[in-house]
C-alpha cells in the first residue's frame, strides 16, 4: 500500500474495503501495522533533506532520527515480509482489493501478486476484487478462486456462500 500513499481516492477506496471487511470477518489486515511505513517515511525525509522523520504516535507528534530509521530499515522490511506471509498462513481465505489508478491501470505491486501466489500455493481460497478497467494477468487469475469485478459482487457471492450473515 505505500506506492498509493499519496493518491487519496485510492487511499480511500482501499480504506472503504477494509472497513467493510472488517465488519464482516475477522482480519489479519497489514494495513493495520504501521511500521512498515517507517522506511518509505524516511527516503522521503531523506529527499527533502531533513534528519528527522516525524510521525504520529499515541496522540503525539514524535521525531525519529533519520540515521537510526535508515539503521533499521532492512529489519523493518524483513519483518514486514515474514510477517505478511505468517498471516496468509493463519488465515482460512485471502481478499485481496486492487483499486485503479487515474489512467485505469491497476494498482497492483509486486508484493501482492506473490502474496497471492503465496496463498494459492498453501491451498487457501483466493478471492481478489479487480476493479481496472484492464484485465488482470495470468499471474493473478492462475493463482485466484475466483476474481471479481468490484466490491458488491465479491460480497454478494460470500453471503450466498453463507461465509457471513447480515
Same mark, same amino acid.
Request: negative net charge; contains cysteine.
Given at each position: 500500500m505505500t506506492h498509493v500513499s499519496e493518491m487519496g481516492n485510492v487511499k480511500r477506496q482501499i480504506n472503504e474495503?477494509?472497513?467493510?471487511?472488517?465488519?464482516?470477518?475477522?482480519? !489479519?489486515?497489514?494495513? +493495520?501495522?504501521?511500521?512498515s511505513a517507517l522506511?518509505?517515511?524516511?527516503?522521503? =525525509?531523506?529527499?527533502?533533506?531533513e534528519g528527522f522523520v516525524e510521525i504520529a504516535t499515541l496522540g503525539k507528534k514524535i521525531r525519529l532520527d533519520l540515521?537510526?530509521?535508515k539503521q533499521i530499515e532492512w529489519d523493518i522490511n524483513s519483518q514486514t515480509y515474514?510477517?505478511? !506471509?505468517?498471516?496468509? +498462513?493463519?488465515?482460512?481465505?485471502?481478499?485481496?482489493?486492487?483499486?485503479?489508478? =487515474?489512467?485505469?491501470?491497476?494498482?497492483?505491486s509486486s508484493g501482492v501478486e506473490r502474496e497471492l501466489q503465496h496463498a494459492?500455493?498453501?491451498?487457501?481460497e483466493v478471492y481478489v476484487i479487480w476493479t481496472s478497467e484492464y484485465r488482470p494477468s495470468v499471474f493473478v487469475t492462475q493463482t485466484a478462486t475466483k476474481v471479481f469485478a468490484d466490491i458488491k459482487s465479491a460480497l454478494d457471492f460470500f453471503?450466498?456462500?453463507?461465509?457471513?450473515s447480515n
Amino acid at each position: 500500500m505505500t506506492h498509493v500513499s499519496e493518491m487519496g481516492n485510492v487511499k480511500r477506496q482501499i480504506n472503504e474495503f477494509r472497513g467493510q471487511m472488517k465488519e464482516l470477518f475477522t482480519c !489479519f489486515d497489514p494495513g +493495520d501495522l504501521e511500521e512498515s511505513a517507517l522506511p518509505h517515511l524516511a527516503h522521503e =525525509a531523506e529527499e527533502k533533506r531533513e534528519g528527522f522523520v516525524e510521525i504520529a504516535t499515541l496522540g503525539k507528534k514524535i521525531r525519529l532520527d533519520l540515521g537510526q530509521v535508515k539503521q533499521i530499515e532492512w529489519d523493518i522490511n524483513s519483518q514486514t515480509y515474514a510477517r505478511d !506471509f505468517l498471516l496468509i +498462513d493463519q488465515s482460512d481465505m485471502i481478499i485481496s482489493f486492487i483499486p485503479s489508478l =487515474a489512467d485505469g491501470r491497476a494498482a497492483i505491486s509486486s508484493g501482492v501478486e506473490r502474496e497471492l501466489q503465496h496463498a494459492h500455493e498453501s491451498a487457501k481460497e483466493v478471492y481478489v476484487i479487480w476493479t481496472s478497467e484492464y484485465r488482470p494477468s495470468v499471474f493473478v487469475t492462475q493463482t485466484a478462486t475466483k476474481v471479481f469485478a468490484d466490491i458488491k459482487s465479491a460480497l454478494d457471492f460470500f453471503k450466498e456462500k453463507d461465509y457471513y450473515s447480515n
